[in-house]
Each structure stands twice: as structure tokens, then as C-alpha cells.
């Protein structure tokens, strides 16, 4: 990719986990009116099933490159207060819907899930399903650490039904994980990633990330050298989110000059990039790839992918419910935040309240953008010939995307556009050109992190 075009399109751009992106939310927020648009399109849609998020925001150690949402303890007394409260929230959604709704997904995330203990971990799970129904091919994953996912947790989560684990690598370069403070040999992630397949796990993905403090080409070769030993089913291969505005001072734990920046960085990319796909890794969406044996490469074959909150999945429910603090929730018609704060969620939940505190209920409009990004994202191209996908800025739309047309990014016709294949390193930007609330309302300061 020539160094022209990274500093051309290099710009703060979002990353389109949602339609209007969080800082385009309505500034006013009813949890009463979510409520009612939840009930309504969960009658609309409950046949397709939910998909469960839950939020497990603790872990022993900062890892200063980290952008979720997380409470730094050792104190694992924390764990038990937290499942009840998670619990609780879950037991409020089951009465708003008046059944024991279908569960399609369920994701652990975090903060470091298995910070919990196992016990913990199956004291959640069974009380979800407890007031639920289990879909027979219910998909199951969760997030692990590679330093303290044991071979009790792994037993535990399998019996109980995941099939899937996450394990974050992010970088194997000893100076590197000294400065984003994550400290993990290979020989640990190769334990554990051996572990899970002796195990029966069908999908293990690894997390790795590029343009981290201090981090060489050499270093990129030698984290996916390594990882491809280990054969994972699918890897996410993350452009590092510098954000120290808004996460603050856990981004700055080393200085803005030890980061890889513009043409540097996109180096970085361009060679793991390289590297994957000789390695017989597909590119299935936005810094995700997946060997061709894997479920979400044939979901992205099929045009059947699907892109919300938890990142790229193979279900289609259009219902995810966020469960924890922080969590965002969504029935496709609006979105919903839970507090950030742990106490605030205690105590939300403790006056008999879901503790939602920010929101969005999508416009007509929204509803048909959002289509648009969610097609481009999952499938590098959109249309409007179907006239309902129709909106009266589609000229305006075109006419910003014809000296990404002349640079070779995308290619339009008449009622559609294709993204070319170095297009998609430029996704984001692409999807910018339909992000009418962007277009309308510049922010004045820098809200989300640079697209290269």
C-alpha cells in the first residue's frame, strides 16, 4: 500500500461495531422507552433467539494497551457479588419478556473472564439457562487470559457447552509485552491452545495486535510465525486503538514517540497481512481471518456474516442483551448501555432498575445506514436496488466516494458498490461516506482512534 494513500485516508475514523457509532447517541435517554422498543422487537424477532453478552470486568493487572472497560483487584471476593448482580439483571430481562426466551449466543467477555473461578463461571451460566431455553446449536465462547486459564476452567466451560475460546497473544517481542504490561511466553499460549483442542474445543482464536509500543516488522513476523505453529481456526489481527483521552492513564504507560505511527504502522499491517494469508488464513471482514475450515469463513462465503457489539459472528439474531457492567445491548431498533461504574450497577439493580444509562433509538434513516455499513463490513459491498435501502443522500455518498473510486479503493455502479481488495484496509474510511450523523455533526476534538 503506497505511503500517498496511508497518509491520505489516515484519519480518526470509527470502528462501526454500531449504527450510530456511541459518541452520535441521542443526548437524552429514556431506560422506560428502550424498554417498550426491546419488548416490541423481541415479539417481532424472538424466533430467531437472543444473543447474551456478559461482561466479567475484573482482572489482577493492567495491561496498558487495553480500551475495555475493566476494575483492576486481586481480590477475588469481588467474583461471587458480581455473578448475583449479573444474575439479577438477566432475572429482570426474563420478566420484561414475560418467558423463558431462546438463547442462540452466549459470549464471555471482559476484563479477564477467567479471573473467575470455574465454579463461579458455572453458578453464571446454569442460572442464565435456568430461566432460558438452549438453542441446539447454541454457540458458546469466551475470552481467555493464556496466564491464568487453567485446565479446570477449560473442563468446566466445556461440559458446560462452549466450543469456543479466544486467547489474547497480542505480541510474543519480550520488549514490547514489557511495555504494554502483559507478560505471557509462547510456551504458556501453546499450553493452554494445546489444551483446548485435546479438550474438544471445534474453534480457538488468537488476538493479535499490530502498532504497539516499540513493535518491529520483525517482531509481527515472528508473533504470527509463531502463532501459525499453533494452527488457530481464526485470528483477529487488531490495529492498536491509542485513545489515552478517553481510557486515561492506562494508555500512557510509555510515550506517544515509542508508537508506530502512519506509514510505519501500516507496514506492520501490510506484512502480517502477507504472512496470514500465505499461511492459508482468508480475510472474512475488517481485521479478522479464519482457515477455510472454519465456520466463520463459510458465513462470510455465504453472505451470512454478521456484525455487532461482540464483533463478527455466524448468528443472525438481530436481539443481543448486555449483561454486566458496561454492556451494551441491542435490538437492532435501539441500543442501550448499562452503567460503567460497579457501584452505580449495584445499585441500579438493588433499587429494582436495569441499569441502563445511555442509549439510542435508531430514526428511520439510521435504520437504513446501518444496513448499508453492516453490509460493507461483512461483505465489502452494499446496494440500493432494493428501494427500501433508498436514501436521498446516496448522490452525495457517491460523489465522496469517487477519489476513492480514482485511488482504486472501491468500485461503483449504478444502484451499488464493491470494495476492491485494497479497498478493505480502508474500510472504515469507506463506511464513513455513509455515516450521515458524522457528516453532520464534526466533533471539534478527537473521539475515536486514527483507521490506519
Not at 461440559?159 to 504458556?188: C, E, H, M, W
Request: one cysteine or more; hydrophobic letters at 35%.
Amino acid at each position: 500500500m503506497s505511503d500517498s494513500l496511508i497518509k491520505k485516508y489516515n484519519v480518526a475514523g470509527p470502528r462501526y461495531t454500531s449504527y450510530p457509532t456511541v459518541p452520535y447517541w441521542d443526548t437524552t435517554f429514556d431506560a422506560v422507552g428502550y424498554e417498550k422498543t426491546f419488548t416490541v422487537a423481541y415479539l417481532k424477532n424472538k424466533s430467531e433467539g437472543l444473543s447474551i453478552y456478559i461482561h466479567l470486568p475484573f482482572c489482577e493487572s493492567m495491561c496498558t494497551f487495553c480500551g475495555c472497560h475493566k476494575r483492576i483487584t486481586k481480590n477475588h471476593k469481588v467474583e461471587y457479588p458480581y455473578i448475583q448482580a449479573v444474575l439479577k439483571e438477566w432475572r429482570m430481562y426474563c420478566k420484561l419478556l414475560k418467558e423463558k426466551p431462546l438463547i442462540r449466543e452466549i459470549h464471555l467477555g471482559g476484563g479477564t473472564p477467567t479471573f473467575f473461578s470455574p465454579q463461579k463461571l458455572k453458578s453464571l451460566i446454569n442460572g442464565i439457562f435456568s430461566t432460558a431455553r438452549k438453542a441446539a446449536n447454541c454457540e458458546m465462547s469466551f475470552e481467555g487470559h493464556p496466564n491464568n486459564t487453567t485446565k479446570e476452567h477449560l473442563e468446566e466451560l466445556y461440559t458446560l457447552g462452549f466450543r469456543r475460546a479466544s486467547f489474547g497473544v497480542q505480541d510474543y517481542s519480550p520488549k514490547v509485552q514489557q511495555a504494554i504490561n502483559r507478560i505471557q511466553p509462547f510456551s504458556q499460549v501453546a499450553k493452554v491452545t494445546a489444551l483446548a483442542r485435546e479438550m474438544g474445543y471445534t474453534s480457538i482464536s488468537h488476538d493479535i495486535v499490530f502498532g504497539l509500543p516499540f513493535q518491529q516488522i520483525a517482531d509481527v513476523v515472528d508473533t504470527i510465525e509463531k502463532t501459525e505453529m499453533l494452527q488457530p481456526d481464526r485470528i483477529a489481527f487488531y490495529s492498536y486503538a491509542h485513545v489515552p483521552w478517553i481510557k486515561g492513564n492506562g494508555q500512557r504507560g510509555f510515550k506517544e514517540e515509542d508508537i508506530p505511527k502512519d506509514d510505519e504502522k501500516r507496514i506492520l499491517y501490510e506484512a502480517g497481512k502477507a504472512l496470514l494469508l500465505g499461511k492459508g488464513y482468508e480475510e472474512i471482514g475488517m481485521d479478522h481471518f479464519a482457515l477455510r475450515t472454519d465456520s466463520l469463513y463459510d458465513a462470510s462465503r455465504s453472505g451470512n456474516l454478521h456484525r455487532n457489539f461482540m464483533g463478527y459472528t455466524i448468528s443472525q439474531s438481530k436481539m443481543m442483551i448486555g449483561l454486566g457492567v458496561s454492556a451494551i445491548s441491542d435490538c437492532w431498533y435501539g441500543f442501550s448501555q448499562n452503567a460503567k461504574s460497579i457501584e452505580e450497577y449495584y445499585d441500579l439493580l438493588d433499587a429494582g432498575r436495569l441499569p441502563l444509562v445511555k442509549g439510542h433509538t435508531l430514526t428511520s434513516e439510521d435504520l437504513i445506514i446501518r444496513q448499508h455499513i453492516q453490509n460493507l463490513m461483512c461483505r465489502f459491498e452494499t446496494s440500493w436496488k432494493d428501494e427500501a435501502l433508498y436514501f436521498e443522500e446516496i448522490p452525495q455518498v457517491l460523489s465522496d466516494l469517487e477519489e476513492m473510486e480514482d485511488d482504486g479503493l472501491v468500485a461503483i455502479e449504478k444502484t451499488s458498490i464493491k470494495v476492491t481488495v485494497p479497498g478493505r484496509a480502508f474500510i472504515r474510511n469507506i463506511c464513513m461516506a455513509f455515516d450521515l450523523r458524522l457528516k453532520r455533526n464534526r466533533a471539534e476534538k478527537q473521539l475515536f482512534s486514527m483507521t490506519v
